[in-house]
């Protein structure tokens, strides 16, 4: 669906209430650190090659160190650069009833999966964020934003907030109505939940009876159950699903969670 741009108003979508333009500043401190990765990773190179003396007797093994080292940090380094680039934006315009993402709509009514994965590394000073949004829409178009885009974690909190309720509602009528109701990587229905584990990759299934509760974080969604030991709760070694493929993570926990509260085990 094409968009109208630079305008307060949009024929769909209705009037505008927020701008998140690409967060260039972010790109910008992303790529200098990579360019100072391949920097070193070209340094380390040419005292491979003897251009750059060391103070000290080079050998075979030296040489060869120097070389592995200047090719992981010069992959490095390029990988920083291309990711920042390719991850600026895009701009993202939301409305009354929808936002818009470049050019393409997204009216709330027909959004019909948000996904997400929240982490944030400083690898020796160099902004590393593996935080990344996925947005569908009932027709299969996808948009993805990172911290690329100015405001990124608040454009992410407004999505749920619009989508969550009608979202929830329609999970819990086809739990009620006896239906399988899917969330990508985990799914439940009368019997109980079914997901596939990030440790061993395979599909587990967990009685209602057996489930505890869950605790999400930005990566991980842990399955609580009855028979789970101490030492695994302390460890995280417990069972767990992959937060990025858990379609509309914050309605699956909030159906889990009122299923349990409604058996009296959560």
Not at 16 to 29: C, F, G, I
């Amino acid at each position: 669906m094409a968009a109208t741009l630079g305008t307060d108003m949009h024929p769909e979508l209705g009037s505008r209430v927020a701008v998140h333009p690409p967060n260039y500043a972010y790109t910008v401190r992303r790529v200098l650190a990579g360019v100072l990765v391949v920097v070193a990773g070209v340094a380390a190179a040419l005292i491979g090659l003897k251009v750059i003396p060391l103070p000290v007797k080079e050998g075979f093994w030296e040489t060869a160190a120097a070389f592995a080292l200047g090719g992981i940090l010069l992959a490095c380094g390029l990988f920083f650069v291309v990711d920042a680039v390719r991850k600026t934006g895009p701009r993202v315009l939301v409305y009354d009833r929808g936002f818009v993402a470049g050019r393409e709509a997204f009216p709330w009514d027909l959004v019909d999966a948000f996904y997400q994965l929240g982490a944030e590394l400083n690898v020796s000073g160099v902004p590393l964020s593996l935080t990344e949004y996925t947005v569908r829409r009932d027709d299969g178009r996808v948009v993805r934003f990172t911290r690329g885009v100015c405001g990124a974690g608040s454009l992410a909190a407004v999505i749920q907030q619009r989508i969550h309720p009608r979202l929830l509602a329609e999970a819990r009528a086809a739990f009620a109505a006896g239906r399988k109701v899917s969330f990508g990587d985990a799914s439940i229905d009368a019997d109980g939940l079914r997901f596939s584990d990030v440790m061993s990759g395979q599909w587990r299934k967990v009685s209602w009876h057996e489930l505890r509760g869950m605790e999400a974080d930005g990566t991980q969604i842990r399955v609580r159950k009855a028979s789970e030991s101490r030492l695994a709760r302390l460890t995280g070694a417990s069972e767990s699903i992959a937060t990025r493929k858990v379609a509309n993570a914050a309605v699956f926990l909030s159906l889990v969670a009122e299923i349990l509260a409604g058996r009296g085990t959560a």
